[in-house]
Nanobody, 121 residues
Framework: QVQLVESGGGLVQPGGSLTLSCVVS????????IGWFRQAPGKEREFVST????????ITADSVKGRFTISRDNAKNIVYLRMNSLKHEDTAVYYC??????????????WGQGTQVTVSS
């Protein structure tokens, strides 16, 4: 059974940092890509970043490039999203997903339950 569990969300002030974790079980991170998406109230799910099975290929959305960094530890089956210089507009529920390497939610077959990130002073 494939399971993805996100953690690390919370309330942070603008300019602050958070690191999200996605613990994956039931699949091998050596072969599957893991992506991070986010969804704000009233908006569609938005691509944030994705990392290939080897960890060598990464795509990051322009809206977070230079501020967010995706990484993975295949030995621990964990994928991280380090978020720096957070802005109000980064407020959303953040989801990790496993599947093919790409920007579209439809390319990912398995999803976590999400973790809330709120950026507010």
């Amino acid at each position: 059974q494939v399971q993805l569990v996100e953690s690390g969300g919370g309330l942070v002030q603008p300019g602050g940092s958070l690191t999200l974790s996605c613990v994956v079980s039931g699949i091998s991170l050596d072969y599957d890509s893991i992506g991070w998406f986010r969804q704000a109230p009233g908006k569609e799910r938005e691509f944030v970043s994705t990392i290939g099975g080897s960890g060598q290929t990464i795509i990051t959305a322009d809206s977070v490039k230079g501020r967010f960094t995706i990484s993975r530890d295949n030995a621990k089956n964990i994928v991280y999203l380090r978020m720096n210089s957070l802005k109000h507009e980064d407020t959303a529920v953040y989801y990790c997903a496993a599947g093919r390497f790409g920007r579209r939610p439809s390319e990912y077959a398995y999803w976590g339950q999400g973790t809330q990130v709120t950026v507010s002073s």
